[in-house]
């Protein structure tokens, strides 16, 4: 059975760089590796209090890292974590050209739209990304995909339209991706 991860969007390299930056979810996580799977053998692998070993695996599955199996009833590690994680960089970050796009996202997520014209163009083009080329979108669902980009979705959809990467119609009532 496969575990229950409760965020679809992985973990940034950043984002696992920071929950592995402390001992106790370090000690956890290498547990987990080592096939310890209830808080009791993790516990005891790691060496860990049960409190600071049942935190760890809080920190571990809300970041992506671990996730509960519910049929085993076993916590296991996300397998793909890391590769989704370099995956989800390099899309972000320009693949690799650091154009400083990066630096306005966490875990898939815009944090704000850049006033750089530069960074900006390679942060919409990755948004833009989610919309397919000629397929037409009502504007609820245009404010949806917004949404899950960024909270101030109204900004991001017109940044969008002004980039020329989604056009609005006449009626204003859809809109294509160029």
């Known amino acids: 059975m496969s575990p229950t991860v409760p965020d679809e969007r992985p973990p940034s390299c950043g984002d696992i760089v920071g929950l592995l930056a402390e001992s106790d979810r370090r000690a956890a996580f290498a547990a987990l590796v080592l096939g310890a799977a209830t808080p009791r053998e993790i516990a005891d692998a790691a060496g860990l ?22 049929g085993a009833r076993a916590h296991v590690l996300v397998e793909d974590a890391f590769r989704r994680a370099v995956a989800a960089d390099v899309r972000v970050s320009g693949r690799r050209t650091g154009d400083g796009a990066g630096a306005y996202f966490r875990r898939g997520r815009l944090t704000a739209i850049p006033g750089d014209p530069a960074v900006r163009a ?28 960024l909270d101030d979705w109204v900004s991001l959809r017109r940044a969008l339209v002004d980039h020329g990467l989604l056009r609005r119609d006449a009626t204003g009532t859809a809109y294509e991706c160029t």
């Not at 599955?61 to 519910?70: N, R």
């Open 49 to 70: 209090r049960p409190a600071a070993a049942a935190s760890a695996l809080h920190k571990l599955t809300a970041g992506g890292l671990a996730a509960f199996d519910e």
């Open 122 to 149: 390679r942060v919409l083009e990755v948004v833009a990304e989610v919309f397919a080329a000629g397929e037409t979108y009502s504007e609820p669902k245009v404010n949806a995909l917004c949404a899950e980009w």
